[in-house]
């Protein structure tokens, strides 16, 4: 026969037990370092991050600091935007809405008036932009590109 107290009183026990177990035993340490070649270590406290890993990941999936494009037999270039230094950044951000402004601002003067000078428009150096933001969008979180789209493949007929 179900004796609803019992039952109570046992679920009663076998809660604080649980709880004296977990107050008693310490919870697992992080370890004083990660593992070799591992960004992140996960245990059963928060992840502990080594962004000097990461940075360097990035940095090697990018293929540097810097985007380098070539227009016209030239060689042209500018920081990644992930590992751009914070000034860059700001001076980008303040040069205003405009691409062509951007575009300068991101180039530099120098590089800017060589690449118009050879029939470079600010919206081509928009399109690499554009091209460096899809990549980033269509990588996972560990670094690696995702698979297509199926929306974006053509299926075949029945």
Known sequence: MFDP???VLAVLVALSARALITRCIPPEQP???PPEGSPVTKAKTPAT?????????RREAVGGDDIVFTF??????FPH???APDEWKEEV???GVGDVDQVRAMLGEDQYDRFHALG????FVMLIVQQVQQSL???MADGRPTRPSTSSRRRPRR
């Open 5 to 7: 107290q019992a039952f």
């Open 31 to 33: 370890p004083e370092h």
């Open 49 to 57: 991050f080594d962004l000097d890993a990461i940075v360097e990941q």
């Open 72 to 77: 016209k037999g030239e060689t042209f270039s």
């Open 81 to 83: 935007p992930l590992l």
């Open 93 to 95: 951000a303040e040069a």
């Open 120 to 123: 470079g428009q600010a919206g």
């Open 137 to 139: 969008r269509d990588e």
